[in-house]
């Protein structure tokens, strides 16, 4: 069950200034050790960071790292950024995983392209919800935010509607996204997250990224197998690309079994 999200970040060749200033960036870590158990709210995950934009057209592009520990046997986790109290991704989590064993531990990084819609001071917060131990050695966690500009082309597009691949044909994602580019020597910063809960013991999944049809890597850019059937993985993966295109390229992110 593939949840996705793909955005795309114009690097210019020649930096465009805003009011003086090309971006600005902000970020929190901690390394402290810190219990998730709350099985019906999502709660802080003590990752809060305050960002200043300067224009309603601004974008804030925010990062996470971050290390859990499974706290029990089949105990699961899910994890989204809340811009104050609004979870940006209404409904469903950004994150979901599912260790099939006690004391497993997993990485989780994802990213997600926001537009507050107004100049002002903002709180970014990553909060969790159901079972798991985050730094549980003090492993670094962090969430950095770059204010973006609109005068730097960026564009993002999500999907978190089922789908279930048995077939070695690619398949779309849902997550096409379209950026343009002002001179053909541009360079693009494409970065996906995606969570997937394999059907079947020892299910390989390949996702691939796509550049106007064509797929951009050779093989693959995430391949994801686990050895039983359930249990949410959380993939991520960032790609700068060089298009050699005057003008609107549209990237695609798309999988399938192997």
Do not use: C
């Given at each position: 069950?593939?949840?996705?999200?793909?955005?795309?970040?114009?690097?210019a060749?020649?930096?465009?200034?805003?009011?003086?200033?090309?971006?600005?960036?902000?970020?929190?870590?901690?390394?402290?050790?810190?219990?998730?158990s709350?099985?019906?709210s999502?709660?802080?995950a003590?990752?809060?960071?305050?960002?200043?934009?300067?224009?309603?057209?601004?974008?804030?592009?925010?990062?996470?790292?971050?290390?859990m520990?499974?706290?029990?046997?089949?105990?699961?986790?899910?994890?989204?950024?809340f811009?104050?109290?609004?979870?940006?991704?209404?409904?469903?989590?950004?994150?979901d995983?599912?260790p099939?064993?006690?004391?497993?531990?997993?990485?989780?990084?994802?990213?997600?392209?926001?537009?507050?819609?107004?100049?002002?001071?903002?709180?970014?917060?990553?909060?969790?919800?159901?079972?798991?131990?985050?730094?549980?050695?003090?492993?670094?966690?962090?969430?950095?935010?770059?204010?973006?500009?609109?005068?730097?082309?960026?564009?993002?597009?999500?999907?978190?509607?089922?789908?279930?691949?048995?077939?070695?044909?690619?398949?779309s994602?849902?997550?096409?996204?379209?950026?343009?580019?002002?001179i053909?020597?541009?360079?693009?910063?494409?970065?996906?997250?995606f969570?997937?809960?394999?059907?079947?013991?020892?299910?390989?999944?390949?996702?691939?990224?796509?550049r106007?049809?064509?797929?951009?890597?050779?093989?693959?850019?995430?391949?994801?197998?686990m050895?039983?059937?359930?249990?949410?993985?959380?993939?991520?993966?960032?790609?700068?690309?060089?298009?050699n295109?005057?003008g609107?390229?549209?990237?695609?992110?798309?999988?399938?079994?192997?």
């Amino acid at each position: 069950m593939p949840q996705g999200l793909l955005l795309v970040l114009l690097l210019a060749s020649k930096i465009v200034f805003s009011s003086g200033q090309f971006w600005s960036g902000y970020s929190t870590k901690s390394n402290a050790t810190l219990l998730i158990s709350d099985m019906n709210s999502f709660v802080t995950a003590e990752m809060d960071v305050a960002v200043t934009t300067n224009a309603a057209t601004d974008k804030v592009l925010l990062v996470v790292n971050l290390n859990m520990l499974s706290s029990q046997q089949l105990s699961a986790t899910a994890y989204s950024i809340f811009r104050g109290g609004t979870n940006l991704s209404p409904g469903v989590s950004m994150v979901d995983i599912d260790p099939r064993e006690a004391t497993e531990s997993q990485a989780a990084t994802f990213s997600f392209l926001d537009t507050p819609g107004s100049a002002g001071t903002f709180t970014y917060s990553v909060q969790g919800k159901f079972r798991s131990i985050l730094s549980s050695n003090n492993q670094v966690r962090q969430i950095g935010a770059i204010v973006i500009p609109s005068t730097i082309s960026t564009n993002s597009n999500s999907a978190s509607t089922l789908q279930t691949i048995s077939s070695t044909t690619p398949t779309s994602l849902n997550v096409d996204t379209a950026v343009t580019t002002s001179i053909v020597t541009d360079r693009v910063l494409v970065s996906a997250s995606f969570s997937i809960n394999p059907v079947a013991a020892g299910a390989v999944a390949k996702i691939s990224l796509f550049r106007d049809g064509v797929q951009v890597d050779p093989y693959a850019m995430q391949l994801v197998k686990m050895g039983e059937a359930s249990g949410n993985r959380q993939g991520t993966f960032f790609f700068l690309d060089s298009p050699n295109v005057l003008g609107s390229v549209t990237y695609s992110g798309w999988w399938h079994s192997w």
